[in-house]
C-alpha cells in the first residue's frame, strides 16, 4: 500500500474513531476545540512573535533574555493547546482534510515552524543576553522566517473551510 493509501486509510479510522463521533455528535465539543485551537495559535504566535519581533528590532528598551524566558513558556502552552484541540477538530472530518492541500499545505508549514523554533533555541536560546544591542543576521532572518511562518499556517487554517 502506497504511503499516501495508507495516510488516507489512518484518517479514515481516525474519523470513524470515538473523538471523531464526539466531535461531530453536535454536543459542544467541536466549537470548542475549535475556540481552543485558535486561541493555542494566539498563545504559541504571540508568544513567539514577540520575541521574534524583538529580535527583528522592535522594542529596543525590552531586553532580550528576559522577555524570551516569559513568552517561550506561553508559546509552549499554545502549541499544546494548539495541537490536541487540533486532533479532536482533525477528528471530525479527517478523511476528506488527509486529502485537502490547503490542509496539507498547514500541516507542513506547522512542521516548518517547529523545526525552525527548534533549531533556534538549540544554536541561540544561551546567546540571547548578548544580543540585546545587535542579534547577529542568522538570528534575524530566523525571526523573520517564523513571523512568515506562522501568520501563513494561521491564515491556511483559516482557508481550509473555504477550500474544495
Excluded: C
Aim: proline share 5%.
Amino acid at each position: 500500500m502506497a504511503l499516501l493509501e495508507t495516510v488516507q486509510a489512518l484518517a479514515v479510522a481516525f474519523e470513524q474513531s470515538p473523538l471523531g463521533e464526539a466531535a461531530r455528535s453536535g454536543g459542544g465539543l467541536y466549537p470548542i476545540a475549535n475556540l481552543v485551537h485558535l486561541l493555542g495559535l494566539i498563545l504559541l504566535s504571540g508568544g513567539i512573535g514577540t520575541v521574534d519581533l524583538r529580535l527583528l528590532g522592535f522594542a529596543r528598551a525590552l531586553p532580550l533574555e528576559p522577555l524570551s524566558r516569559f513568552m517561550t513558556p506561553l508559546a509552549v502552552v499554545g502549541l499544546g493547546l494548539f495541537v490536541i484541540s487540533g486532533l479532536v477538530v482533525f477528528s471530525a472530518d479527517a478523511g476528506p482534510l488527509a486529502q485537502n492541500r490547503i490542509f496539507l499545505w498547514k500541516m507542513a508549514g506547522l512542521g516548518l515552524g517547529l523545526a525552525n523554533a527548534l533549531a533556534f533555541n538549540l544554536m541561540y536560546k544561551r546567546r540571547l543576553a548578548g544580543w540585546d544591542a545587535a542579534p547577529p543576521l542568522a538570528g534575524r532572518l530566523m525571526a523573520a522566517s517564523s513571523l512568515l511562518i506562522w501568520l501563513t499556517v494561521g491564515g491556511l487554517g483559516r482557508f481550509i473551510a473555504y477550500s474544495a
